[in-house]
């Protein structure tokens, strides 16, 4: 492989697991579990960082009409439901078990283009979306220790990551870039997330939180912020230089590298049930990205 071409990747999977870890820190090390202000916070600096690259002229931005803003807000609403229900399950779960039920996202989006669209599926595909299906239903019924909200949260996350996936693919609005897009979905997730942040109770409940003493909180949220938006820059400089299954090779050694990483960074206790589990899981992805690549060669 042409070095040249594997840095954006490269990029990616050092924002990808950077911006994992810090989310995992500040949510489940330092028990930040106030979604709508940690999330509020990461989508208004990306937001803020995103409009002033844009006007320096670091990234491409054009203006758009208000009729395109308002076409995506279903995927905005997605978008704040994915970010929000991650956050929670994330807060809960260990890594591997989060990308484990993530994974059923593929599952949900395949099965939405099947029904909708009357595509067909290949043996291939099929067996690897069962075996991401079982082996994420296996690992939550062998590991109830996390309780039932953690995997709630998981799958609210990984339908609406699958419908978003489906909506994107079917959006009218193609004269959006996914920068625009983006821009869209943090202005949205501010608004709703400032009206959730009382009603949600986050706003005084985060009173108690020791922030005066943590500096280390501080440091995570910075560091949380900051690696969100540059996974967003490394994401669309991916799309925008390989095919779909190229970047879905790059997210999948993302993930690979995340969970492995994070088995020695934070506690966490893996049987032989659960290792098979995962495992199986991540064979089940690799197969799903050869099925595609059959499918576009």
């Not at 930040?32 to 990234?59: D, E, H, I, R, S």
């Not at 280390?216 to 779909?244: E, N």
């Amino acid at each position: 492989m042409n070095l040249a071409r594997a840095i954006p990747g490269l990029l990616f999977c050092i924002f990808f697991v950077g911006s994992c870890f810090t989310n995992k820190y500040v949510l489940s090390v330092l028990k930040f579990t106030y979604p709508t202000l940690f999330q509020g916070w990461q989508t208004c600096t990306g937001a803020l960082l995103l409009w002033v690259t844009g006007k320096l002229g670091w990234v491409e931005i054009k203006g758009f009409p208000r009729s395109a803003a308002v076409s995506w807000l279903p995927g905005s609403v997605l978008f704040l439901g994915n970010i929000y229900g991650g956050s929670r399950a994330l807060s809960i779960l260990p890594i591997p078990f989060f990308f484990v039920l993530q994974n059923v996202s593929e599952v949900v989006f395949s099965l939405l283009v099947r029904f909708t669209q009357k595509e067909r599926s290949s043996w291939m595909k099929t067996f690897s979306e069962n075996l991401m299906l079982m082996s994420a239903i296996t690992l939550a019924l062998q590991n109830r220790q996390f309780g039932l909200n953690g995997y709630v949260w998981a799958v609210i996350h990984f339908c609406c990551v699958g419908l978003y996936k489906v909506f994107q693919r079917n959006s009218k609005s193609s004269h959006l870039s996914d920068l625009e897009q983006q821009l869209i979905n943090y202005v949205v997730s501010i608004l709703l997330l400032a009206t959730a942040a009382h009603p949600t109770g986050d706003l005084f409940g985060a009173l108690d939180f020791p922030f005066r003493r943590s500096y280390k909180f501080y440091s995570g949220c910075f560091a949380s912020a900051i690696l969100g938006f540059f996974l967003a820059l490394a994401s669309v400089k991916l799309k925008s230089g390989l095919s779909l299954v190229h970047c879905a090779v790059w997210l999948f050694l993302a993930k690979i590298l995340a969970s492995g990483l994070s088995i020695f960074i934070f506690s966490t206790e893996i049987g032989p049930v659960t290792l098979c589990c995962i495992l199986t899981n991540h064979v089940g992805e690799a197969l799903s990205i050869h099925a595609n690549r059959l499918l576009e060669s």
